[in-house]
T-cell receptor, first 110, second 114 residues
Framework: SQQGEEDPQALSIQEGENATMNCSYKTSINNLQWYRQNSGRGLVHLILIRSNEREKHSGRLRVTLDTSKKSSSLLITASRAADTASYFCATTGGGNKLTFGTGTQLKVEL | DAGVIQSPRHEVTEMGQEVTLRCKPISGHNSLFWYRQTMMRGLELLIYFNNNVPIDDSGMPEDRFSAKMPNASFSTLKIQPSEPRDSAVYFC????????????FGEGSRLTVL
């Protein structure tokens, strides 16, 4: 299985601080995606980074990918209370099969 | 667009009963996925379809589970007979052929088997 593992499992920060979450995976990938899940809701796609990319930005999100270490990080800058959610990385090795990691629970406190 | 629509949102049933979960993917999407989420096992891919054809059902736990996609706008996941260990949130997601690979998820069906 190439299921990713997120680190840390849980993260609590103050509003305005940056939040960094890490993801490690096991096998070669075509791309890596990050999703957010608010409590009791479905997952929402945040950003996709291809295997030949090293860094990607989208608004307050910054994603890095290191294929040599089979790892990725998601940075949320200037966090807000509304960023409180679980964050998952997901990988595809080919085809349509998307495998999700274990998730990081982020809590942003006022 | 209405997004991926799942029903029911919540279901409570007794062990041994048949459970049917329903999904309407986003119009025009040609891939459909069923995932199960539990605290212990996280998000598990059960099965996915391309153009209404099951491609990979290796994640289906056992013969009690079955999934169908009779047309491009409807899919069902059936559990018969249900067991308490089937209690989970079941998500349906769809993907279009032309997009970059992101999945669009429904809000899930929370199943409790007593």
């Amino acid at each position: 299985s190439q299921q990713g593992e997120e680190d840390p499992q849980a993260l609590s920060i103050q509003e305005g601080e940056n939040a960094t979450m890490n993801c490690s995976y096991k096998t070669s990938i075509n791309n890596l995606q990050w999703y957010r899940q608010n409590s009791g809701r479905g997952l929402v796609h945040l950003i996709l980074i291809r295997s030949n990319e090293r860094e990607k930005h989208s608004g307050r999100l910054r994603v890095t990918l290191d294929t040599s270490k089979k790892s990725s990080s998601l940075l949320i800058t200037a966090s807000r209370a509304a960023d409180t959610a679980s964050y998952f990385c997901a990988t595809t090795g080919g085809g349509n099969k998307l495998t999700f990691g274990t998730g990081t629970q982020l809590k942003v406190e006022l | 667009d209405a997004g991926v629509i799942q029903s029911p949102r919540h279901e409570v049933t007794e062990m041994g009963q048949e459970v049917t979960l329903r999904c309407k993917p986003i119009s025009g999407h040609n891939s459909l996925f069923w995932y199960r989420q539990t605290m212990m096992r996280g998000l598990e891919l059960l099965i996915y379809f391309n153009n209404n054809v099951p491609i990979d059902d290796s994640g289906m736990p056992e013969d009690r589970f079955s999934a169908k996609m009779p047309n491009a706008s409807f899919s069902t996941l059936k559990i018969q007979p249900s067991e308490p260990r089937d209690s989970a949130v079941y998500f349906c997601a769809s993907k279009g052929q032309m997009n970059t690979g992101e999945l669009f998820f429904g809000e899930g069906s929370r199943l409790t088997v007593l």
